[in-house]
């Protein structure tokens, strides 16, 4: 694997951190104020002013749709070379969307643009496209296990000339943002389908259609997470035209593993930017704190959680920029092994160096002064989000095992 950047990327790595050092990161207190002032203001889930300023900037330096591989509409980078970009966003979540690179509006543009009619990217991918509106990916339920997307139980019913839907969704991310317009929905248009990864659609919903319903906002590890939110959505009855459809039915399970692929190494590499902030808070703390007439600093104990995070991060760093390689080179499907770990291996490594930092911090650790929380939380949930850690395991087992079972399946023929 070779990481040599080319200049012009090099330039654009330095330009994504410049913006990030000058504009970004030194304006996390305004922020808290500005989302303060919009609860206390009845509209916890508005935009908030310095967000929009900083979208107009970004844009206006051209560091915009960075993320989009292969497209007129974004900068063109591979894998590999996003991967730096998304791990400096990774360092205060909500900057992703400054370059209107945020989850899950991403994963939702890649799917209009690979998938999508023509009608339906001049509806809903132009204008997010240019940052307009948001979106929401509707697809886990409460009453299923949707570790296995099989278990889905929205329905999805053609009826003339429309489809009609019912279902309950939550952890919906996005949703309860006032500019979220559109969601991706999967659901099943075929539940009796012998083949079970036939059984599943995707449909287009637009947030205002009659019978869409935000039931609550739901809390992730205690933070409702506003102005996104990841709130319950309840679907009674709901009709879209048959022209909403994404691909035809039946190509749910298909669309929701090209979407998942660069969704996972997204993740991964924004967590590794949460565990390198969280490695840096954790050095300024232990060499600001005496305890017991010593420094933190000088204590066996702190050395090494210190040293076992910094390889840590760099073992899971290397490990995403493998998978990003390989995603370049033979494709997400192929790649799908190694996807699989980093899914299991960045959220677990990331949370241990958080969990530490946040130890260093003694009772501040826990509180609203640092962003030791907010990164724990997002770690902690990824071992769920976009599959959890047990099917992952399963899966790259499964593929580390198939040689020797087709070996042993051979032999038994003889």
Same mark, same amino acid.
């Given at each position: 694997?070779?990481?040599?950047?080319?200049?012009?990327?090099?330039?654009?790595?330095? &330009?994504?951190?410049?913006?990030?050092?000058?504009?970004?990161?030194?304006?996390?207190?305004?922020?808290?104020?500005?989302?303060?002032?919009?609860?206390?203001?009845?509209?916890?889930?508005?935009?908030?002013?310095?967000?929009?300023?900083?979208?107009?900037?970004?844009? %206006?330096?051209?560091?915009?749709? $960075?993320?989009?591989?292969?497209?007129?509409?974004?900068?063109?980078?591979?894998?590999?070379?996003?991967?730096?970009?998304?791990?400096?966003?990774?360092?205060?979540?909500?900057?992703?969307?400054?370059?209107? @690179?945020?989850?899950?509006?991403?994963?939702?543009?890649?799917?209009?643009?690979?998938?999508?009619?023509?009608?339906?990217?001049?509806?809903?991918?132009?204008? $997010?496209?240019?940052?307009? =509106?948001?979106?929401?990916?509707?697809?886990?339920?409460?009453?299923?296990?949707?570790?296995?997307?099989?278990? /889905?139980? @929205?329905? !999805?019913?053609?009826?003339?000339?429309?489809?009609?839907?019912?279902?309950?969704?939550?952890?919906?991310?996005? #949703?309860?943002?006032?500019? @979220?317009?559109?969601? /991706?929905?999967?659901?099943?248009?075929?539940?009796?389908?012998?083949?079970?990864?036939?059984?599943?659609?995707? /449909?287009?919903?637009?947030?205002?259609?009659?019978?869409?319903?935000?039931?609550?906002?739901?809390?992730?590890?205690?933070? +409702?997470?506003?102005?996104?939110?990841?709130?319950?959505?309840?679907?009674?009855?709901? &009709?879209?035209?048959?022209?909403?459809?994404?691909?035809?039915?039946?190509?749910?399970?298909? =669309? %929701?593993?090209?979407?998942?692929?660069?969704?996972? /190494?997204?993740?991964?590499?924004?967590?590794?930017?949460?565990?390198?902030?969280?490695?840096?808070?954790?050095?300024?703390?232990?060499?600001? &704190?005496?305890?017991?007439?010593?420094? $933190?600093?000088?204590?066996?104990?702190?050395?090494?959680?210190?040293?076992?995070? &910094?390889?840590? =991060?760099?073992?899971?760093?290397?490990?995403?920029?493998?998978?990003?390689?390989?995603?370049?080179?033979?494709?997400?499907?192929? #790649?799908?092994?190694?996807?699989?770990?980093?899914?299991?291996? %960045?959220?677990?490594?990331?949370?241990?160096?958080?969990?530490?930092? !946040?130890?260093? *911090?003694?009772?501040?650790?826990?509180?609203?002064?640092?962003?030791?929380?907010?990164?724990?939380?997002?770690?902690? *949930?990824?071992?769920?989000?976009?599959?959890?850690?047990?099917?992952?395991?399963?899966?790259?087992?499964? $593929?580390?095992? %198939?040689?020797?079972?087709?070996?042993?399946?051979? +032999?038994?023929?003889?």
């Amino acid at each position: 694997m070779n990481q040599a950047y080319s200049p012009k990327v090099t330039q654009l790595h330095q &330009r994504v951190r410049n913006f990030l050092d000058d504009h970004v990161y030194p304006q996390y207190q305004r922020r808290e104020e500005e989302l303060a002032e919009n609860a206390k203001n009845g509209k916890p889930y508005a935009a908030f002013p310095l967000l929009e300023e900083l979208k107009e900037k970004a844009r %206006a330096e051209g560091l915009w749709n $960075l993320f989009l591989p292969e497209s007129e509409h974004g900068a063109g980078l591979t894998n590999v070379e996003y991967a730096p970009i998304a791990e400096m966003m990774g360092k205060q979540y909500w900057a992703s969307e400054v370059f209107n @690179c945020a989850a899950p509006d991403t994963g939702n543009m890649e799917v209009l643009e690979r998938f999508g009619t023509e009608e339906q990217k001049h509806q809903w991918l132009a204008p $997010l496209l240019e940052g307009k =509106i948001r979106s929401a990916f509707a697809m886990t339920e409460p009453a299923v296990a949707s570790s296995d997307a099989t278990n /889905i139980e @929205c329905s !999805i019913v053609r009826d003339g000339d429309e489809y009609m839907i019912n279902g309950r969704k939550w952890y919906i991310t996005g #949703a309860a943002n006032e500019r @979220c317009k559109v969601f /991706i929905l999967m659901g099943k248009t075929d539940p009796d389908n012998p083949n079970r990864h036939r059984q599943q659609s995707m /449909i287009l919903v637009p947030k205002d259609t009659p019978g869409v319903t935000i039931v609550r906002d739901m809390a992730l590890y205690g933070f +409702m997470d506003p102005p996104a939110g990841h709130p319950e959505v309840l679907f009674e009855n709901v &009709r879209v035209p048959v022209s909403n459809i994404l691909l035809g039915e039946g190509r749910g399970f298909e =669309i %929701a593993q090209a979407r998942l692929g660069p969704g996972r /190494i997204h993740h991964c590499m924004r967590v590794v930017g949460m565990a390198e902030a969280a490695l840096e808070l954790m050095c300024k703390r232990v060499v600001s &704190r005496v305890a017991f007439h010593k420094q $933190l600093s000088d204590q066996g104990v702190w050395r090494e959680r210190i040293a076992k995070s &910094r390889m840590l =991060i760099d073992q899971t760093r290397l490990l995403v920029l493998n998978a990003a390689h390989k995603m370049d080179t033979v494709g997400n499907k192929v #790649a799908a092994k190694e996807i699989a770990m980093i899914k299991v291996v %960045a959220p677990n490594n990331c949370c241990k160096v958080i969990d530490w930092a !946040i130890q260093a *911090h003694g009772a501040g650790g826990f509180s609203q002064d640092f962003l030791l929380t907010s990164y724990y939380a997002y770690a902690r *949930h990824l071992r769920t989000a976009d599959g959890p850690d047990e099917v992952h395991s399963n899966a790259i087992a499964k $593929l580390e095992l %198939a040689p020797y079972l087709a070996e042993q399946k051979k +032999m038994a023929a003889l």
